[in-house]
């Protein structure tokens, strides 16, 4: 269990540091809903906000009127932070010792490669898991505190959960990428545009139609849906588990042939 | 019994040869000098030992088990020190030589002790603040600290002062007598010759020769500058085991391998201004006699 406490504890810092981002875009949002809602003038504004702008930061017709409305653009941006953070975590774990140069340091040690790996996914995935419940029971809080007219717990749960599931997505696929990919000078160079590019793909949602929610963890789940009291789509929880164990698997495949490159 | 077992050991980078046809053993308690200038294979050789990378075709065993196949076996008795050291660098070197401990089923605290106490290394300082030669020192710490049988070093001298590399020779001796085996690799043939029991050469990822430390010292190779005060006579130096004769106006120079009391005789017969005998850098010796 050592590669896996070693890591637990150089994560530690920046997982911290990614909670208080996720709380923060949530504590922005939801604390100015009060004061917007009972604002026809500030509706009116965002109304007239163009479509594009709009559509970007998935603001709908009851976005700022009703809570589950708001909560649905909060989720959005705290699905775009979390996806950034698994991303980071899933890509900067697996290409770490590359990367640091201390691959000749851990490899050659009395220790598998496949050891190595599923040391390093436990911690990521311990990390994934303290930072949703940690922020889940933060934003609950908030919502108690700020909303007079919150929505139901159960209700809450299901949609943010999403979190968790999209972040499941995105810390496979960086796993694999880190894994995969020879040598990544810059984890940030690698994550950044992964997310983003799976993002705005997201925005093509009317182009395209239905079939987007197989092509963008953002749209794996409808949100609006969600904080309406809808519930997951079956075949879509289905989806992001093959998806998610498909990529680990590669990883792990890959990751025990691959020649480490020298120093 | 053979401790490191090559058979035809090839490793291609795409198509990029690596090293071919590798085949050398390396008996319990000798030190093997491995030697070869830069990019002819040392590091892709040991780096297959180590299964950091695998081999296109061929095969290597350590304590008699195939490398590939029982590679996390086998690290159990092997200390590694690269060439180029990089740690974790946030760390201190108390905690990085406890993190590489703690993959070893043995106490190794009182070797962490001993050997940072013979080079005078620092544990409480942060491994970011380490000069070069420190670092090569956590190199060594950390390859030792768990007793192995077999210990590989790439180049491990670089960066190292001469005392610091004397205590670290001594190291090694030590080493040697209390039964343990050294892979050791290095582009300075007079470091090697201090040190190892036979040589084996490698040149162009080829393995040229296996040779005994006696032979290769016999073979003596030195560089000769002579400046003459009449005009030099190119004659005088054809002789065997002399390869790369230039004369110029009252200049000679030349590369001997041979007996030095025949080179010296001759070089006694000539009026002189000024000599210098030194020793070749591998590249000429490779250059004149291995090819």
């Not at chain 2, 008699?64 to 690269?82: A, C, F, N, T």
């Not at chain 2, 050791?184 to 043939?189: D, E, K, R, T």
Request: with cysteine; charged share 20%; proline share 3%.
């Amino acid at each position: 269990m050592n590669v896996f406490l070693l890591e637990l504890k150089q994560n530690r810092n920046s997982t911290i540091a990614w909670i208080i981002a996720l709380i923060a875009v949530a504590a922005l949002y939801i604390s100015i809903f009060p004061s917007i809602s009972q604002n026809p003038a500030v509706t009116d504004i965002y109304k007239n906000f163009p479509e594009a702008f709009k559509k970007t930061f998935g603001i709908t017709e009851n976005s700022l009127s009703v809570f589950s409305g708001l909560y649905a653009l909060v989720l959005n941006l705290v699905l775009l932070t979390g996806a950034v953070q698994a991303m980071n975590l899933g890509t900067g774990i697996t290409s770490k010792e590359v990367r640091e140069r201390t691959a000749d340091f851990l490899l050659t040690r009395p220790i598998s490669r496949v050891s190595v790996l599923r040391q390093k996914l436990l911690t990521i995935f311990l990390l994934i898991v303290v930072t949703d419940l940690v922020f889940m029971t933060a934003d609950w809080a908030l919502i108690q505190v700020l909303i007079d007219d919150p929505f139901q717990f159960k209700t809450f749960i299901t949609s943010t959960g999403s979190l968790f599931l999209v972040q499941l997505f995105f810390v496979s696929f960086g796993f694999l990428l880190g894994s995969v990919l020879p040598r990544i000078k810059s984890v940030i160079a690698v994550s950044l545009p992964a997310v983003f590019g799976f993002y705005i793909v997201g925005l093509f949602d009317t182009l395209v139609g239905e079939k987007i929610k197989y092509m963008t963890p953002f749209k794996f789940f409808n949100i609006n849906i969600l904080t309406a009291g809808g519930e997951y789509e079956p075949g879509m929880l289905i989806y992001v588990a093959v998806l998610s164990v498909a990529a680990l698997i590669a990883s792990f495949v890959v990751y025990q042939k691959k020649d480490i490159p020298s120093l | 019994m053979s401790i490191i077992e090559t058979k035809n050991l090839t490793k291609y980078y795409g198509k990029t040869k690596g090293i071919e046809d590798v085949s050398l053993s390396v008996q319990k308690g000798e030190i093997l000098g491995f030697i070869g200038p830069n990019g002819a294979g040392k590091s892709t050789t040991i780096r297959v030992l180590l299964s950091l990378i695998y081999p296109t075709s061929g095969s290597a065993t350590i304590f008699g088990k195939d490398v590939v196949q029982y590679g996390p076996e086998i690290k159990r008795e092997i200390g590694y020190m690269p060439s180029e050291v990089f740690y974790y660098e946030n760390m201190r070197v108390k905690e990085l030589l406890e993190y590489a401990a703690s993959f070893y089923e043995k106490d190794c605290s009182k070797r962490i002790k001993e050997i940072s106490g013979l080079l005078k290394l620092d544990l409480t300082r942060k491994i970011s603040d380490l000069s070069y030669g420190n670092k090569k020192k956590v190199g060594i710490v950390q390859g030792l600290l768990h007793d192995p049988e077999l210990i590989i070093l790439d180049e491990p001298t670089g960066g190292l002062d001469p005392l610091m590399q004397k205590n670290f020779f001594e190291l090694l001796k030590e080493e040697k007598n209390a039964g343990k085996t050294i892979f050791f690799s290095s582009h300075i043939l007079s470091e090697v010759q201090k040190i190892c029991d036979r040589v084996a050469i490698i040149r162009d990822g080829e393995l040229i020769n296996i040779e005994s430390m006696e032979h290769l010292i016999q073979n003596n190779y030195k560089r000769v500058h002579l400046t003459t005060r009449q005009k030099a006579d190119s004659g005088l130096f054809k002789l065997p085991g002399v390869s790369d004769l230039k004369v110029e106006k009252n200049q000679i120079s030349l590369l001997y391998k041979g007996d030095v009391n025949t080179i010296s005789r001759l070089i006694a017969q000539i009026d002189l201004v000024d000599f210098i005998v030194g020793e070749p850098d591998l590249e000429e010796i490779f250059m004149h006699y291995y090819r």
